[in-house]
């Protein structure tokens, strides 16, 4: 399974960290690239969507508003994140326990179990109030189309060596966090992914592993390879 660079590379804001968040509880459900890059996608779709209606929390009842708004923000968050794991997860015919998405994702924001319950009841209830959100933000129409196979296909046609291999997966994997990139072709994403791990590795692959000119055998053009390399570069420097 080609892993994520999202947690090591992905640059400041808000829903990037969200994005490395969902990877890492991901990887902690064992769900395939495909479930996985499925619920990142769902979360850039989302991202600019109004939150549910939420119950308000006993520091906002009883005054400690910066406190509240702290810890608002922090479980919006991870309802966010938790949602669109939950439903890819259904989607992709991967189903996991509500209890295991939230524990999973806490363990991925604070790097600690959840112990206390009455935030897990909390938060149980949020990841299922903006499930329901999330599947009103997608027009409920969960389908996603991940670049992974023909990604695979793309790699053993070239005979790509194995790191040029884990790197474009890793690529691909990311890709969902770009608005542009879910947008774009899969057979494009997946060509752009070889592109960019061909270009970050350099000096490290063997001489001559890749035709010249490899992509025009995939049917893809220069121009749009190149602008979606763009798009791919931008969800690590965004």
């Known amino acids: 399974r080609g892993v994520s660079c999202g947690a090591r590379l992905f640059r400041g804001g808000v829903v990037q960290m969200q994005h490395s968040h969902l990877r890492i509880a991901a990887a902690r459900l064992e769900l395939s690239d495909v479930a ?16 549910p209606p939420m119950a ?10 910066e406190a509240a708004a702290g810890a608002d923000a922090e479980e919006e968050a991870a309802a966010r994140v938790g949602a669109c794991l939950f439903a890819a997860c259904k989607a992709c015919e991967q189903p996991r326990r509500a209890r295991d998405v939230v524990n999973a994702v806490h363990l991925a924001a ?12 909390r938060r149980k209830d949020a990841l299922l109030q903006h499930e329901q959100s999330l599947l009103r933000a997608l027009g409920f129409e969960p389908a996603v189309h991940p670049p992974h196979r023909l990604l695979y296909n793309y790699l053993h046609a070239l005979r790509a060596p194995p790191q040029l291999c884990t790197l474009a997966a890793a690529i691909a994997n990311d890709a969902a966090a770009s608005a542009d990139c879910v947008r774009r072709r899969p057979s494009l994403i997946a060509a752009a992914a070889i592109a960019l791990a ?18 025009v055998a995939l049917g893809e053009e220069e121009a749009s390879l190149h602008a979606a390399c763009t798009d791919l570069m931008a969800v690590y420097e965004g």
């Not at 990142?40 to 989302?46: F, H, I, P, V």
């Not at 308000?56 to 508003?65: L, N």
């Not at 270009?199 to 010249?212: E, I, K, Y």
């Open 110 to 121: 604070r790097g600690e179990v959840l112990r206390d319950s009455r935030t897990y009841w």
């Open 56 to 65: 308000a929390t006993a520091g906002s009842r009883d005054g400690g508003a």
């Open 198 to 215: 061909a270009a970050l590795l350099g000096p490290a692959l063997p001489a001559g592993c890749l035709p010249p000119r490899w992509w």
């Open 36 to 51: 996985s890059f499925a619920a990142s996608a769902y979360l850039t779709r989302y991202a600019t969507s109004p939150p």
